[in-house]
């Protein structure tokens, strides 16, 4: 079985370290997925050995946020975040951050990136949601099982499908 990666969008990062505005998720028709539910799923992934991927693209983003919060004082939020980045990046933690994905940033899978949101952007993908399309499909070509973990269904179903696992074939079998 392939090692998982479970890959956490902007608005699962957000949720989990409980940024004011942006600390529940509610879709209609769909249960809220809120801190307690997004800390259990990625402690039973851990649990389960699997990853923690940090996409550039939600890390910019999440910070972007935090810079954003009004009527409290962001100080708490950003050395909480600050932190949990260091942590990250030391390997303290079972967290993959940017720097295990560099090489999506040379010149080649740059422009494969911007072609590929050049495709997205009229069903209302964002550039960033096409960077974490992007990270999964790399994971995935390192034999990983890549979960997107969002609460986004547009960029959920994106998920690229785990490769199959080839099977020797049986030689005594006629």
Not at 48 to 58: E, F
Not at 150 to 169: H, M, W
Request: charged share 30%; glycine share 6%.
């Amino acid at each position: 079985m392939a090692r998982k990666v479970l890959i956490l969008d902007t608005s699962i990062l957000c949720v989990w370290l409980d940024i004011p505005g942006r600390n529940k998720i509610e879709k209609k028709g769909k249960d809220v997925i809120g801190k307690q539910e997004v800390e259990s799923k990625i402690k039973a992934e851990i649990n389960d050995g699997a990853r923690i991927v940090l996409p550039l693209a939600s890390v910019i983003e999440c910070g972007n946020h935090i810079t954003q919060i009004k009527g409290v004082d962001p100080k708490a939020y950003i050395d909480k975040f600050a932190d949990f980045i260091i942590k990250s990046i030391n390997g303290t933690e079972p967290w993959d951050i940017f720097t295990n994905q560099s090489e999506l940033f040379d010149e080649r899978k740059f422009r494969e990136l911007v072609e590929k949101w050049r495709e997205l952007a009229i069903s209302g993908i964002s550039m960033g949601d096409a960077s974490i399309i992007q990270v999964a499909e790399l994971y995935v070509s390192k034999n990983f099982t890549a979960e997107i973990f969002t609460g986004d269904t547009g960029l959920k179903s994106y998920e690229p499908a785990p490769q199959r696992e080839i099977l020797p074939r049986n030689k005594n079998r006629r």
